[in-house]
């Protein structure tokens, strides 16, 4: 029964090199999503080859929550969407959202998943969307 005792009692020494544990821990969760911060421009194809645009998409982090916004053309007209990152480390992350304005009106709202990967030029992957059944290959430049 000594056993908890000894485990409750922390010298002063032990709370601050726990404390420089959490701090590098939080400060190397932070730093594995600051690459994604800012603005992207890039294009996006449909895999079929129907449909192609280029646009901006943006990262932004609010109370914690990483969200992101893409505001594009093509020739069909304007694309918007928005949502969050739901995956992200040091060389990838996972983006879902919703088309909130679309050229084909009853296309606003539909769901959207973007996976992306840290490539030579910059982002590159692939969009995938449910309700359409379609993917599309998507590639950035970070802007300066």
């Given at each position: 029964?000594?056993?908890?005792?000894?485990?409750?009692?922390?010298?002063?020494?032990?709370?601050?090199?726990?404390?420089?544990?959490?701090?590098?821990?939080?400060d190397g969760l932070a730093q594995s999503h600051?690459?994604?911060?800012?603005?992207?421009?890039?294009?996006?194809r449909e895999a079929t080859g129907v449909s192609?645009?280029?646009?901006t998409l943006t990262v932004r982090e609010e109370?914690?929550?990483?969200?992101?916004?893409?505001?594009?053309?093509?020739?069909?007209?304007?694309?918007?969407?928005?949502?969050?990152?739901?995956?992200?480390?040091?060389?990838?992350?996972?983006?879902?959202?919703?088309?909130?304005?679309?050229?084909?009106?009853?296309?606003?709202?539909?769901?959207?998943?973007?996976?992306?990967?840290?490539?030579?030029?910059?982002?590159?992957?692939?969009?995938?969307?449910?309700?359409?059944?379609?993917?599309?290959?998507?590639?950035?430049?970070?802007?300066?």
């Amino acid at each position: 029964m000594r056993l908890l005792p000894r485990l409750v009692r922390f010298s002063p020494c032990g709370l601050v090199v726990i404390a420089l544990v959490l701090s590098v821990a939080a400060d190397g969760l932070a730093q594995s999503h600051e690459w994604l911060l800012g603005n992207w421009s890039g294009t996006y194809r449909e895999a079929t080859g129907v449909s192609s645009g280029s646009g901006t998409l943006t990262v932004r982090e609010e109370a914690g929550t990483l969200k992101w916004t893409w505001t594009g053309g093509g020739r069909g007209g304007k694309t918007e969407a928005e949502g969050v990152v739901t995956k992200a480390d040091a060389s990838s992350a996972e983006l879902q959202g919703k088309l909130t304005f679309h050229y084909v009106p009853t296309f606003i709202g539909v769901s959207v998943t973007v996976r992306l990967a840290v490539s030579p030029s910059g982002l590159s992957g692939t969009g995938w969307n449910d309700q359409l059944n379609s993917t599309g290959v998507w590639e950035f430049t970070k802007e300066k």
